[in-house]
């Protein structure tokens, strides 16, 4: 037997979960092995465990048991929230991030169109720094290379 036909023989094991395949078979082992094996945060506790194991986890967690004590609603996405993390919460939720970002949004007028340029408008930014729509943006430079405000190429 060669070292090659050897080595295909040798079991070897998975980084993932320890169980031990050949060498042809640990690579396709591996893929759906970290695909089933997927790790997920228990959104009450904060444990991190096998995603299929989610249920079972839950009948002794003792977080997920004070769930129907929640005193507080996230006013961006609904969620029950207990009030003393009120904050934390807040520091993860999507929606809250969201709405952050809007608010803190300023607007801005495109110089070019002179409409004002939106949050959720497709944007073309210079070097020079001066922002625009991106399509007023590509219209222009269809006609020059400098910006429409500073001249600067």
């Not at 092995?33 to 997927?38: F, P, R, S, Y």
């Not at 997920?40 to 004590?69: N, P, W």
């Amino acid at each position: 037997m060669n070292q090659t036909q050897y080595d295909d023989m040798r079991l070897y094991p998975c980084s993932n979960c320890g169980d031990h395949y050949p060498y042809c078979f640990i690579s396709d082992h591996l893929e759906s092995c970290l695909q089933e094996n997927l790790q997920v945060d228990c959104r009450y506790c904060g444990e991190t465990i096998l995603e299929k194991f989610m249920q079972d986890h839950q009948q002794s967690c003792k977080a997920y048991a004070l769930q129907e004590t929640e005193d507080d609603v996230c006013e961006f996405c609904q969620e029950k929230i207990f009030k003393k993390f009120k904050q934390d919460h807040y520091q993860d939720c999507p929606l809250k991030q969201v709405a952050d970002a809007y608010q803190s949004y300023k607007a801005q007028e495109c110089p070019i169109c002179l409409i004002e340029i939106g949050p959720a408008d497709q944007k073309g930014l210079l070097q020079c720094c001066h922002l625009f729509h991106q399509e007023c943006l590509q219209q222009w430079q269809k006609k020059s290379l400098e910006c429409p405000v500073c001249r600067y190429s």
